[in-house]
């Protein structure tokens, strides 16, 4: 009897089941130590954004208004840090997830002056329990595309029954007109599945820096009033 040997097609196809059933386990598995550290990272943010409401809160009592415009948190989908791994060059376990990424966990903050923007960034990262391991300005230093928001990573302590850990946390901290850029040129390169004309991004970049223009007279224009109600409050006394 002559043995059955695979053609060249049935070993490819089997090869590639192979690969799915491999890439399935690998998911599954990441899945599954993704679920049990979730909860770490869900904690952290926690504590990040009631830190920030804190802060909001003792600014109005003092100042009689509130830097913070809004707060928005996500976590990292599996498949985003997956993603992210492989584009770094990284292996693929939750270990080395947890190991190399630092934006697991994301706070965003949307402040209504670009100077609130720095003070909500000095309140937080001046408390003892707060440490500032890496910080990217790119309101003073936008990127190519016109991107402008000031970005921080912090570690925080968060305490289980297994003691405390440290874990770190992004927090993206701009302006209204600043996200308000953001969303609609991500929204348009999603679109555009990134093939944006180059003249179409041109135009972008130019929109980003008269939205910059715009939070800078915002920002002159409340300066000023802050003065005159200093002045009128001194001359009352």
Request: charged share 30%; net charge negative.
């Amino acid at each position: 009897m002559i043995p059955f040997r695979p053609t060249a097609n049935r070993r490819q196809t089997m090869s590639d089941e192979n690969r799915m059933q491999e890439m399935g386990a690998v998911l599954q598995r990441m899945m599954d130590e993704f679920f049990s550290i979730q909860y770490r990272y869900s904690a952290a943010m926690k504590e990040v954004q009631t830190k920030l409401e804190i802060l909001d809160d003792e600014f109005q009592l003092r100042h009689r208004r509130n830097p913070i415009h809004h707060i928005e948190s996500r976590l990292k989908s599996i498949h985003s840090i997956m993603e992210k791994l492989n584009r770094k060059h990284f292996s693929v376990t939750m270990q080395s997830a947890t190991e190399n990424l630092k934006d697991i966990a994301g706070i965003r903050v949307i402040c209504s002056y670009v100077q609130d923007v720095y003070t909500v960034a000095q309140l937080l990262t001046s408390q003892d329990d707060v440490t500032l391991l890496e910080m990217r300005d790119y309101i003073r230093n936008p990127k190519a595309n016109g991107y402008r928001s000031l970005h921080l990573i912090i570690e925080i302590p968060i305490f289980l029954r297994d003691g405390r850990m440290l874990i770190p946390v992004e927090v993206q901290i701009r302006t209204i007109a600043m996200d308000f850029w953001a969303s609609l040129e991500h929204d348009l390169r999603y679109k555009a599945a990134g093939q944006v004309p180059e003249n179409i991004c041109q135009e972008l970049q130019e929109v980003g820096r008269d939205i910059a223009a715009l939070d800078e007279k915002m920002q002159s224009i409340h300066d000023r009033i802050d003065s005159i109600v200093a002045t009128e409050t001194e001359s009352t006394r």
